[in-house]
């Protein structure tokens, strides 16, 4: 409910402001918030040659008839003149996002059909381990700990089975697992859900955690600086396990407090202290290793677990054959089942991406995010804070929105600052400290019709406050 107001304002909002644009002249037509994409200059105005300044007139006049010239103004980089068939295009600035339709078109084919695929294949994966009863065991061995933190949940509950693998993705940086493992934890947390309309206590626990996005192997984070040439792209490893693990405890407590769970609980705090001390221990052992030593070890260890699971899957799914035959079925027939039902997930959930990722398109390109991100700027600055910090805060602030649009930002700050700026390694803590917080909702909400959200979202926007205060704390500490 408060997400779909939200969405709401967004997009009437950032329609009263384009067009709001038009007419103060600030564009010379909206068509570029349909059809453009993300990069593409964008027209301010047309004019005839002879009211162009005379420097631009005279390079102009020196063109043959009916050609197209494209000169740059000296004073704005940003401005460019196109000229063609007596008329002069001015072109100033790029959008910052993909138009409406570019949207559509690119959320089916670039992100919902390869995460229709990644549900076939893990959706299957999972139809084999509840069949052969390897999903039965994990949950009855953490049992013990899941109804202390999800009282709600039964005993031995399937779903714990499911949380437990979400949550070991997320925490290897297997963020292709991770989604089919969490989509299914919201399914069979939806079978207990009392209402079905509202999000259960459960599973607001779950979508908190699962968004904090406690993390060991920032992958993606390491690519992106190797690529940029950084002297250690993994240097910002620890500062990113760190702040998502402090994210991930404030998520724990916040709803904890909510939901009135006992923290007094002695298999709680013993779980605790345990990853408390796994974290350390694997921070320990990758920070006594040279740079070749720290890019072999997180390039693999991912991989290599991934590769574990699906085999230990197979393996023990062949070992248990008499339990698919007793359920009337084979290995592969209950493969491809689960395959089927994670395709149809897919479908269910593209709609409710679609809106939320257009809407985030208008609201990128009517300009008011970027209004809104130097207003905040300009407040940090004037509050004493670091110019290398203010420049970072855009991948901070769209964060929560758009994993690819603050993505842009985080590669375009190490292209612009360098890659071992503090500006570029901060953006990096950014972008690996927490989820994109209005996407997950509108994929694991809507995957299963949850209409009411409760306080799911305030919360989920909290813990993204406490990271980004976190990370800068890190990020000032450490570089």
Known sequence: MVLSRFWLVIFISSIIFIVFSLFTANTYTIDYVLNGK???????????????????KDSIKKAPEQTMIINRDTLNADTTYVYKNKTVKIYSGVQKSDGLLPTCKSTLLELILPLMAYLAFFCGLMELLIISGASGKLAKALSP??????????????????????????????DSAATPFGLKAMESLQEINPDKDKASDAQIMFMCLHASGLTLIATSIIGYRAAANASNPADVMLPCIITSFIGT????????????????????????????????????YVNHLDLIGKNYFTSNLSALILIGIIAFTLIFSFIHEKKFTE??????????????NGVKTGVTIFPYVLGMLVAISLFRNSGLFEIISNWIAFIFSN?????????????????????????????????????????????????????????????Y?????????????????????ICVITAIFVATWFF
């Open 38 to 56: 993300k990069d593409d200059p964008i027209l301010v105005s047309e004019k005839f040659a002879e009211q162009l300044p005379a420097f631009i």
């Open 327 to 340: 359920a009337s079925t084979t290995v592969f027939e209950s493969f491809v089942v689960g395959a089927n």
């Open 249 to 284: 405890i404030a998520a724990f407590l916040i709803v904890g407090i909510k939901q009135k769970i006992n923290f007094k609980s002695a298999s709680l705090v013993i779980v605790l202290m345990t990853l408390i001390a796994g974290i350390v221990g694997l921070l320990m």
């Open 145 to 174: 700990v899941f109804v202390k933190v999800f009282p709600s949940i039964p005993k031995n509950h399937p779903s714990i089975s499911y949380m437990t693998l979400n949550f070991a993705a997320n925490f290897l940086g297997l």
């Open 445 to 465: 909400f809507g995957s299963v019709n949850i209409k009411n959200t409760r306080y799911a979202l305030g919360t989920m926007l909290i813990v993204d406050l």
């Open 383 to 443: 509050m004493g804070v670091s110019k290398q910090i203010t420049d970072a805060l855009p991948v901070a602030l769209l964060r929560p929105f758009s994993s690819a649009g603050s993505r842009g930002f985080l590669i375009d700050s190490m292209n612009t600052f360098g890659a071992d700026s503090l500006t570029a390694r901060l953006s990096s803590i950014f972008q690996c400290s927490a989820e994109s917080t209005f996407y997950v909702i509108a994929v």
